[in-house]
């Protein structure tokens, strides 16, 4: 009985990934367009692991990163997390620098950041 079940899984399983794969391929032309059109808001990989290396370069190179977190490993961990959420970080340095500025305005309980 449990074997039946674990083969009723596998083939629940394999089922799935196949019908993902013709969705997917049904899909590709819309989703080559859609990137086609936003392709200026697409955050690209490379751009943001290279401009994290050279902003991570001071840091790693002040030695206070290896005062505070001496163990090798944990410092790229660091780094990794710091890279896999570098757009989120920057919008939010963004946000803020606008908030501190004065160009950031509460209207009707929204907030919209005034041309500064």
Known sequence: ?????CE????RQQREKK????RLERERPHITKMREIMREQIIDENSVNNTMKKEWE?????????????????????RDVLTRHYSEI???YKWFSAVNSGCVEEVGGAYQVLCC
Request: charged share 25%; net charge negative; proline share 8%.
């Open 58 to 78: 001071p840091i790693a190179s002040s030695g206070v990163l290896e005062n505070d977190i001496p163990d090798p490993q944990d410092q790229v961990a660091i």
């Open 8 to 11: 009723l899984e596998v083939y």
């Open 1 to 5: 009985m449990e074997e039946k079940m």
């Open 19 to 22: 019908e993902l794969h013709i």
């Open 90 to 92: 920057s919008d939010l």
